[in-house]
């Protein structure tokens, strides 16, 4: 039974946010906090490789929490999306937080309505 059926949108709402801080957090480590930051990574590579490692990882949390490939999908672009832009120093840590958190908005409204 999907969290939405059995508790409602808000539920599913906390578990997005459950699921992005611990993928965003712990999940991420350091290695990866620093890698996907193109200014700091050691190479273009490992840049890439960090970038994509901490976007899948955000997709399954999504694909996990939601049952939807699809949606795991759209969360891994978004994902790349909002951190490159981050990381580019287009915007702070707040912004990336909010953007984040919209997606997960998003997602419920997404599953809630259709």
Do not use: N
Not at 62 to 80: F, I, P, Q
Not at 84 to 99: N, P, R, S, V, Y
């Amino acid at each position: 039974m999907s969290l939405i059926a059995e508790h409602g949108p808000l539920s599913l709402f906390a578990a997005f946010v459950v699921i992005h801080a611990l993928a965003d957090f712990p999940l991420q480590g350091e290695y990866l906090a620093r890698q996907k930051l193109r200014r700091l990574a050691h190479s273009r590579c490992d840049w890439i490789i960090a970038l994509s490692a901490h976007c899948v990882i955000q997709a399954g949390g999504v694909w996990l929490v939601s049952g939807s490939l699809a949606m795991g999908a759209v969360e891994l672009v978004l994902h790349g999306l909002i951190d490159l832009g981050k990381g580019e120093g287009k915007f702070g840590t707040a912004a990336d937080q909010l953007l984040h958190l919209g997606c997960k908005l998003g997602y419920v409204l997404w599953l809630t309505y259709g």
